[in-house]
């Protein structure tokens, strides 16, 4: 059993306890004040959530167009590199085929005069075999003999030039036939 003094004690501690809970209670809210913070608070959230959410949808259509603006401006440079580059090659070709062309006009002409050299040095030749037959004396036969080293000489230089016409036609020829052309 309780002595008088310790309940007098008990009832000082319960008097402390009541006064520290009545100064607390003014300041804490009521079950209604609650509420209406939740609900504000809920109100706030939902409405960040829709912002938020409209805000990336915006975000996906304006990247949407912007992907599809790319896409399209891409294929059309795309197209028009496609254009230009098979014009380009077109041009290419023509111009390989002219070009091929002059070459071979220009060999026919080269091959036409060396056959003209030819057939003169051929006729000297043949006029300077019957002089030499028909020579009566060792004199004019040193003086024709002279003149057919003349012609041999020519004949050597004739010769040299075809050589390298058909050199320079044969390396044309190889480079035309190495890009396809020929």
Known sequence: MMTPADMERVLESLDRRLTAIEQKLPTLATAGQVQALAVATGEQLTSMARATAERFEAMGRDTAERFEAMRRDTGERFDAMGRDTAE?????????????????????VLNEQTNDRIRLVAEGLEHLTRRVD??????EFRALSARVDDLSIAVAGIAGEL???????????????????I
């Open 88 to 108: 380009r090659f077109h041009a290419m070709r023509l111009d390989t085929a002219t070009q091929l062309e002059d070459v071979k006009q220009f060999a026919r």
């Open 134 to 139: 028909d020579l009566p004396t060792r004199h």
């Open 163 to 181: 050589s390298n016409v058909g050199q320079g036609v044969t390396m044309l020829t190889t480079r035309l036939e190495q890009r396809g052309v």
